[in-house]
């Protein structure tokens, strides 16, 4: 992500939440418009469906009314071409009713009436009835209006056997000559009809009418105050229509005229009988017309709430993330700062170098060390800069580092300077990989970072510090070399002075007073002090001079070498040797570290206490790369603040009465142990006796170390190589 991004989500935390409920309230807001659209759409089909279905319902009712005016039809010019004959046979007119009602099955009854308004014919056997035809409207019309159109009408108070409305269609029944003889009726079954009327419906809640040209509700799925009104332009329609010719079908009339609001909630649409002074109008509740629109929207609606959710949610996901990129992206940027401050400040020289060895970038103190500017560095390559002498061992050693055959390289070489001189450096070249180790361009080859420190100085000082190093060692050489030859010289002029002091004191001691033997007791036992010390100063110098090369040796041995020489001090003073039978197998010159040995087991039986015998145990003990072999005594023990003190050459604890000896035994075991790469100390206790403890390197250990001293003897340094 871009830093300005990420500072912009840094300073305004809440940018992106905002931004997300800005969207999401957009989304409600544009399906809240879809929506409110959709539902007049519905609306609109709504409509336009009822009024095909009002259509649909006039069509069926025409077809119908035209089934039974057709019945009416045939029985009136039955009944008016033989009046005289029908008005006397009614057995035969009841059959001639029956027969026209076969074809009509939503009549219910037919009656013949005559110009009185009484009932001559009945397709049922005859009883008693109490309707009054001449009263009716429908027959007074027909009476009055010579019109031979079907005419339907809703009378109140019923036939003989219900006193429900009945719903009448009847002719004007008439002579040949148009005398008025009377009426024929067929009271149709309203059940019927509104059964026909309730299948068309479409709607489950739709109520549907049929219509007068007053307005009048003949039958309905419903009581007629629950229907909707017959709008006012329908009905002058329908009394336009009154009287008209016997074309039956759907009569176009304008939507507009057809349609009307229903009620507050309702949607309601008319349409015409066929020619009829009919029209069935239709209401269906708005609720249910938009059904599919709600079930719709519902659905939609919880789409958008699991779309707000998701977008909620996302949100907050990406800007929980964006704050953690933000806190990455500073981190990143604070380790960049820490990362300049370091490569710029840094002591040594640093630069980053690709991998066909070109410089991206270089520091300050490598740019100075070159004595050049970094802009003149940037771009080259270090090999270019290189002394000639030393262009192989760097190309190999970047070749290593670069394919990860080494994992780092470090060695010296030199660089050009402008003025023609060169600048020594230790370079050390590492891959460019991160915390983790990888590759920082895991899919290209690998770039390197060198650091670089000037050692001119160093090389000068180490120099001075090799010259005086051969100085010491020549030194050294000379006193091992004159203390050998020393002591090796002056063990003949003291064998002869000790020789000749007890020749005298043999020839001449009776003659002699006691002073004079005293003194001559007193030149030998000296003379013998010092051929003593003489050879202990020998064996002292012997220590690495004259030793053999290492090897492996068993310590088991080299104690029981050490036990055997020591026989007759452990006779004579009763000690108890214990010496465990493993004792581990060691580097070591066998002569040197079986001295080692014989000097401590002697230092533990001579420097005993009277009142017991001494008691020597030796243990071993393992410390990881090395053995640690201990030597117990109980004998008089070492005060603490001699520890370091009986290391020292000629340093002694006690005098010449109390125990014999130079001073020099313990010296020599501290060489012997610093000879194997190891060291000797000692714990004690005044009284209790004393632990001395020789640590020795592990036998691989050892080797390992040899090989490795051995491998650096082989190669030649690099001053030694200048200055040869």
Not at 187 to 193: A, E, I, N, P, S
Not at 505 to 510: D, E
Not at 590 to 609: D, H, M, P, S, V
Request: charged letters at 25%; one cysteine or more; glycine letters at 8%.
């Amino acid at each position: 992500m871009p830093r300005r991004l990420a500072r912009t989500l840094h300073s305004t935390p809440a940018a992106f939440l905002v931004g997300g409920l800005a969207l999401t309230l957009l989304i409600w807001v544009i399906g809240g418009g879809f929506a409110w659209h959709s539902r007049g759409t519905e609306l609109e089909r709504a409509r336009a469906m009822s009024r095909g279905v009002a259509e649909t319902l006039a069509f069926n009712a025409a077809a119908t009314l035209q089934n039974i005016d057709g019945a009416l039809t045939s029985l009136t010019a039955e009944f008016g071409a033989n009046w005289a004959r029908y008005e006397f046979e009614r057995f035969r007119a009841t059959g001639i009713l029956r027969a026209g009602m076969a074809g009509a099955p939503a009549v219910h009854e037919s009656v013949v009436v005559d110009a009185m308004g009484r009932v001559l014919h009945r397709n049922v056997s005859p009883e008693p009835d109490s309707r009054a035809f001449a009263d009716w409207p429908t027959f007074q019309w027909h009476r009055e209006n010579r019109s031979l159109s079907l005419r339907l009408s809703l009378h109140e108070g019923g036939g003989p056997a219900t006193r429900t409305p009945e719903l009448v269609a009847s002719r004007r029944l008439s002579a040949p000559d148009g005398r008025f003889l009377g009426v024929v009726l067929m009271v149709l079954d309203r059940g019927y009809l509104e059964a026909e009327l309730h299948a068309g419906r479409l709607w489950r809640g739709a109520l549907v009418g049929l219509y007068d040209d007053a307005g009048r509700v003949l039958v309905g799925t419903a009581p007629a105050a629950e229907l909707p009104p017959l709008p006012d332009v329908m009905s002058a329609r329908l009394i336009g229509l009154t009287g008209g010719g016997q074309a039956y079908g759907v009569v176009g009339i304008p939507r507009s005229a057809a349609d009307n609001a229903g009620g507050p909630d309702a949607l309601a649409a008319f349409a015409p009988v066929g020619s009829l002074p009919l029209a069935v109008g239709l209401e269906v509740p708005e609720a249910e017309a938009l059904e599919r629109w709600r079930d719709d929207t519902i659905r939609f609606s919880i789409l958008l709430v699991v779309l707000t959710l998701v977008l909620v949610i996302t949100a907050l996901a990406l800007r929980g993330a964006l704050r953690e990129i933000s806190a990455n992206q500073r981190k990143v940027e604070e380790n960049e700062r820490r990362f300049r401050s370091i490569f710029n400040n840094a002591g040594a020289g640093i630069a980053l170098v690709g991998p066909d060895g070109v410089v991206a970038e270089i520091n300050e103190q490598f740019a100075r060390m070159l004595q050049r500017e970094r802009r003149e560095v940037v771009g080259r390559r270090l090999l270019d800069l290189t002394v000639p002498e030393d262009v192989e061992v760097s190309r190999v050693n970047s070749e290593g580092v670069r394919t990860g055959a080494l994992p780092t390289a470090q060695y010296e070489k030199r660089y050009c300077l402008p003025d023609g001189s060169a600048v020594w450096v230790e370079v050390t070249l590492s891959p460019q990989i991160d915390v983790a180790n990888r590759d920082l361009s895991p899919d290209g080859p690998r770039g390197s970072v060198v650091v670089a420190r000037d050692i001119t100085q160093r090389r000068a000082a180490r120099e001075v510090i090799q010259e005086k190093t051969r100085a010491l060692e020549r030194s050294n050489i000379e006193l091992e070399e004159f203390a050998y030859v020393a002591s090796h010289d002056l063990q003949e002029p003291l064998r002869t002075v000790a020789s000749y002091l007890q020749l005298l004191q043999r020839r001449y001691g009776a003659k002699l007073d006691d002073d004079a033997r005293d003194y001559i007791g007193f030149a030998v036992a000296g003379a013998h002090r010092m051929s003593l010390l003489i050879q202990d100063l020998l064996q002292y110098s012997r220590v690495g001079r004259m030793g053999r090369p290492m090897r492996p040796v068993d310590l088991t041995a080299a104690v029981r070498q050490a036990r055997e020489a020591l026989s007759q001090a452990v006779a004579e003073s009763g000690a108890t040797l214990t010496v465990p039978p493993d004792l581990p197998t060691v580097l070591a010159d066998e002569a040197e570290i079986t001295r080692l040995f014989q000097n401590l087991l002697g230092n533990a039986i001579k420097y005993r206490r009277p009142d017991r015998a001494p008691d020597v145990r030796v243990t071993v003990e393992d410390d990881g790369d090395a053995w640690t072999i201990a030597v117990h005594d109980n004998g008089i023990g070492i005060a603490t603040q001699y520890y370091e003190k009986v290391f020292k050459i000629f340093q002694r604890l006690h005098g010449r009465d109390e125990y014999a000896g130079t001073g020099v035994g313990l010296s020599i075991c501290k060489k012997i142990a610093e000879r194997h790469g190891g060291r000797i100390w000692v714990e004690s206790e005044p009284g209790a006796g004393s632990v001395f403890r020789v640590s020795l390197p592990k036998l691989e250990t050892a080797l390992a170390a040899a090989a490795t001293a051995a491998a650096e003897a082989a190669e030649t340094p690099p001053l030694e190589r200048e200055s040869a």
